[in-house]
């Protein structure tokens, strides 16, 4: 196999080698994911999600595309190799994935 150069990019991840060290982001990654959800234009909040909000069933609440929403929980999950922090709420989010509403996305 031919050597093609430094490792910039693989699985998603960039690599950046630095003389601090060596550093992994997604940002391309979720830059793509914000845009195929239609959510690049969004306002980015300080935490991923209100501490004192509760999500619930919300069977009143709007319906929304089961398989989007789905779609989104699966690339969040893979967004959490670099950001640990959003774990919680991913999977608070993932618990209705059989019957995602508006308030739930």
């Known amino acids: 196999m031919l050597m093609m150069g430094e490792l910039t990019f693989?699985?998603?991840l960039q690599i950046r080698k630095?003389?601090?060290g060596t550093f992994i982001s997604q940002?391309?990654?979720y830059k793509e994911v914000l845009k195929t959800f239609e959510m690049d234009t969004a306002i980015a909040a300080s935490t991923p999600m209100a501490?004192?909000?509760y999500l619930d069933k919300d069977e009143s609440g709007i319906e929304?595309?089961?398989?989007?929403f789905r779609g989104m929980i699966g690339s969040l999950l893979y967004l959490t190799v670099s950001?640990?922090?959003i774990m919680q709420?991913?999977?608070v989010?993932?618990?209705f994935q059989a019957s995602p509403k508006e308030s739930h996305v």
């Open 18 to 20: 630095m003389e601090e």
């Open 89 to 91: 709420y991913v999977c």
């Open 93 to 95: 989010c993932a618990r």
């Open 83 to 85: 950001r640990p922090d």
């Open 10 to 12: 693989f699985l998603g």
């Open 64 to 68: 929304v595309n089961q398989t989007m």
């Open 51 to 53: 501490t004192s909000y």
């Open 27 to 29: 940002s391309k990654y």
